[in-house]
C-alpha cells in the first residue's frame, strides 16, 4: 500500500496544487476525519478552524464539481480512497490508523 501511495505522490501533489488553500483545507478535514458529516454547520466550522460558512460552502461546490468529494444526505467523503489515504499520511496517521472504526458509504 505505501508503495502506491508514494507512486500516486506526484499526482496527488498536482492535484492539491491546482486547488484554493479553502479548498485544500476542507478536503483534508475531509480526508482526516474518512467521511464528514454536516460539513456546513457552524460546530463542523467551528471543530476544523474552517473560517467563514460562505467560504466553506464555495469549496465543498467546488470539490463536488471537481468529483474530488460525493455527498450521501448530509455526509461527504472523498471519491478517491487513495487519496483519502495520502493526505491522511500527509498529516502522519498512519495507516493502520486509517482502517481502524471505518464507516463504508
Excluded at 476525519?33 to 460558512?53: K, P, T
Excluded at 470539490?63 to 455527498?71: G, N, T
Aim: overall charge neutral.
Amino acid at each position: 500500500m505505501e508503495y502506491l501511495l508514494d507512486t500516486a505522490d506526484t499526482t496527488y501533489r498536482n492535484i492539491l496544487a491546482g486547488l484554493s488553500k479553502g479548498q485544500r483545507t476542507v478536503l483534508s478535514t475531509i480526508a482526516i476525519d474518512g467521511h464528514a458529516e454536516n460539513v456546513l454547520s457552524q460546530n463542523y466550522i467551528s471543530r476544523h478552524y474552517l473560517g467563514a460558512a460562505s467560504s466553506v460552502q464555495a469549496a465543498v461546490r467546488s470539490l463536488l464539481a471537481k468529483q474530488l468529494i460525493s455527498r450521501d444526505a448530509d455526509t461527504y467523503f472523498l471519491d478517491d480512497k487513495f487519496l483519502e489515504l495520502w493526505i491522511r499520511r500527509c498529516y502522519g496517521i498512519s495507516l493502520e490508523e486509517s482502517w481502524v472504526g471505518r464507516r463504508v458509504i
